[in-house]
């Protein structure tokens, strides 16, 4: 499989990411995304774009592809809702009908979130329901993954400098509610595990909820 992979700097791109270098069925993982991944391997390349709003640039780079794993965005907190539909909503597009155009064939899987909903009152929720109701009227297959808490492992550390701390000090007690409740928390390997297994299935679910993420990249 050929993947490109949005979002390889952070929390969950980087688990992912990591899946994908260790799968032998991948031969090539283009990292799309404003820095470089800090990765380095044979089967790696590094896409920088300043802005996904505007891909012109590297068009050429974003093709021929078996599959996007979209784990790029932001978190809410801080942003108005205009700015926060702007990143979750107009740039996810942006970069899909990219994709949509120049790899008909591809399959799109979105690390939407648990609970996303357009209908919801929560702000967070109703945005990334918007986004995966957008990307679900798209010429291609599409998947969205809906996690609920995430726990970093195996060296994986938010870019955030506070989460990062936080998760350090929460590490022990995640790593037990993902034993314990695996409908509500699972880890950055089983989400990078899960879209690969989706990748290789033949028809695989539109939406897959936590405890199915944690089975497929048990």
């Not at 790029?72 to 740039?91: F, K």
């Not at 899987?109 to 009152?121: E, F, K, R």
Request: glycine fraction near 10%; include cysteine.
């Amino acid at each position: 499989m050929r993947i490109l992979l949005t979002g390889a700097t952070g929390l969950v791109g980087q688990g992912v990411l990591r899946e994908c270098l260790r799968a032998a069925d991948v031969t090539h993982v283009a990292a799309l995304g404003r820095h470089p991944s800090g990765q380095a391997d044979p089967k790696l390349e590094d896409v920088v774009v300043r802005d996904f709003a505007d891909l012109h640039a590297v068009e050429d780079r974003l093709h021929p592809f078996d599959a996007c794993l979209y784990c790029a965005g932001t978190l809410p907190l801080g942003m108005t809702e205009a700015d926060y539909r702007h990143v979750t909503v107009d740039l996810t597009l942006n970069v899909a009908r990219t994709l949509a155009r120049l790899n008909p064939a591809l399959t799109f899987v979105y690390i939407s979130g648990a609970a996303s909903n357009p209908g919801s009152h929560l702000m967070p929720l109703r945005v990334k329901g918007e986004a995966e109701r957008a990307l679900a009227d798209l010429p291609f297959r599409t998947v969205m993954l809906r996690p609920g808490a995430v726990q970093p492992v195996e060296g994986v550390r938010s870019p955030h400098t506070g989460l990062a701390l936080m998760y350090a000090v929460t590490g022990p007690f995640m790593g037990l509610g993902v034993r314990l409740l695996p409908q509500a928390m699972t880890t950055t390997a089983r989400i990078g595990r899960a879209m690969l297994a989706l990748l290789r299935q033949e028809n695989p679910p539109a939406v897959v909820e936590n405890a199915e993420i944690n089975r497929l990249g048990g």
